[in-house]
């Protein structure tokens, strides 16, 4: 009785944009999961353990080919760990490279690296390392 007596048009009309507004997500969502990460067999990428660095987009990606964001001092950084031969580098190296001309950088390079630490091992299976020769280095986390 009361159904007929009111006006159903609007709440009709917002009910019926709600669903349809609903299946469009679902659908976009199921699209968005099912598209895959490729790179080109010409394209060169470097990989150490789950991470993968690909150079001609110059981004980060984890095990599941989701693209890590890091600042651009972190990108920096990172592509300086991970493109060197054996995953190292010297404070002095790094410090010269990211901030030339500043005589004591390594308080900066301190914050940096504490900052950079949870970003990796979230999204990796790697870890950051300081050596007491003066390196900082990528290394497998253990089991």
Aim: proline share 4%; glycine share 2%.
């Amino acid at each position: 009785m009361i159904f007929s007596i009111s006006e159903q048009t609007l709440p009709s009309t917002l009910l019926a944009m709600s669903v349809l507004w609903g299946m469009f997500s679902l659908i976009y969502l199921r699209r968005k999961k099912d598209m895959k990460w490729t790179t080109s067999p010409a394209e060169p990428a470097v990989l150490f353990g789950n991470l993968s660095f690909s150079a001609s987009s110059d981004e980060f990606y984890n095990e599941r080919k989701e693209k890590i964001y890091f600042t651009p001092m972190q990108l920096s950084l990172m592509k300086m760990l991970v493109t060197s031969e054996d995953k190292r580098v010297s404070v002095d190296d790094i410090c010269h490279d990211l901030w030339p001309g500043k005589e004591n950088a390594k308080e900066s390079l301190y914050t940096l690296i504490r900052r950079l630490k949870p970003i990796v091992e979230s999204n990796t299976n790697l870890k950051i390392v300081a050596d007491k020769r003066g390196f900082y280095a990528l290394s497998l986390k253990s089991r």
